[in-house]
């Protein structure tokens, strides 16, 4: 049975990625790289990564890190 490269759980959405894109731009207007955002809000580099790429399913506790990291609202990285 092959590997499936992006099960349903990694499925890009269009709220998933315009919140990976609203992080994305936060993160590069502090000038941080995403192992610099990892570090601030006890995150991996490789998640930071994925949720960039609009490729998670964020859970509360972590737009909780990455609002507090980024020094922002967590609702300032909630889409439209």
């Known amino acids: 049975m092959a590997a499936n490269k992006n099960p349903k759980n990694r499925r890009k959405t269009p709220a998933r990625t315009a919140f990976g894109k609203l992080v994305r731009q936060k993160r590069l207007d502090l000038e941080l790289t995403q192992e610099d955002l990892a570090e601030k809000s006890s995150l991996h580099p490789t998640y930071i990564g994925s949720v960039e790429r609009g490729e ?25």
């Open 56 to 80: 998670r399913n964020i859970a509360l506790e972590n737009i909780l890190s990455l609002a507090k990291a980024l020094g922002c609202s967590p609702k300032d990285l909630m889409p439209d």
